[in-house]
């Protein structure tokens, strides 16, 4: 059975940082492209970033180039998130998901397979 679990979200104050995580089982990640999406209230939900299974290539949205970096650890089955510089605008449900790939690709913004999710509040 193949499943995401993403924890670490939390409250934090505008310019705080908080780290995500997303713990993969039921498949192996070192062959795995794993992206991570937010939905804001009352908003579409956007693809962010995204690491191929190696992690030598990623991807970001202009909204959180230079203030998130994506990492993986492929022996810990586990893709992290680092959010820097936060703003109430990153408030958001924040979600990894997959696609039986290795590699970001071009529809890195779109994906099969979902974790439930964490929120992530910024506000003072």
């Known amino acids: 059975q193949l499943h995401l679990v993403e924890s670490g979200g939390g409250l934090v104050q505008p310019g705080g940082s908080l780290r995500l995580s997303c713990a993969v089982s039921?498949?192996?990640?070192?062959?795995?492209?794993i992206s991570w999406f937010r939905r804001a209230p009352g908003k579409e939900r956007e693809a962010f970033s995204c690491?191929?299974?190696?992690?030598?290539?990623?991807n970001y949205a202009q909204s959180v180039k230079g203030r998130f970096t994506i990492s993986r650890d492929n022996a810990k089955n586990t893709v992290y998130l680092q959010m820097n510089s936060l703003k109430p605008e990153d408030t958001a449900v924040y979600y990894c998901?997959?696609?039986?790939?290795?590699?970001?690709?071009?529809?890195?913004?779109?994906?099969?397979?979902w974790g439930q999710g964490t929120q992530v509040t910024v506000a003072s």
């Open positions: 998901a997959m696609k039986r790939r290795s590699f970001c690709g071009a529809t890195w913004t779109s994906a099969d397979y």
């Open positions: 039921g498949f192996t990640l070192d062959s795995i492209a």
């Open positions: 690491t191929s299974s190696s992690g030598m290539d990623t």
